[in-house]
């Protein structure tokens, strides 16, 4: 099986404080995962806020936020055959519902 982490992107810091509801729906969603034997790690959620971008010659600025229009909310990795498998499990997820995306790549272990 190989690897693969499911980055998890908002348009809207608002979307980053989920209602208990949405909290409950991921959670099942993770726990279908865990079910599946597909989650190889639970992840976390990352800061909207306390995150800096360094660059070449140690220019330092505050996160990524000029740069893009949606922010890295958190991850989790789960583990399949294909990408497209993970896509598919990505799918499910009920980011979706509050505009959310998720971005999904095979993790490479390096020896």
Avoid: H
């Avoid at 980053?16 to 949405?22: F, K, L, N």
């Avoid at 790690?41 to 949606?70: W, Y």
């Amino acid at each position: 099986m190989k690897e693969f982490v499911l980055i998890f992107r908002l348009a809207d810091m608002a979307d980053a404080r989920p209602s208990p509801e949405q909290i409950q729906e991921r959670m099942n969603w993770m726990g279908s995962l865990a079910a599946q034997n597909k989650l190889a790690d639970k992840g976390n959620s990352l800061s909207p806020v306390s995150a800096k971008t360094v660059k070449p010659g140690n220019v330092v600025s505050d996160g990524p936020f000029t740069e893009i229009k949606e922010f890295i909310a958190g991850y989790v990795i789960v583990k399949t055959e294909t990408i497209e498998e993970a896509v598919e499990l990505a799918k499910a997820n009920p980011i979706f519902k509050t505009g959310g995306s998720i971005e999904v790549r095979e993790v490479i272990v390096r020896s």
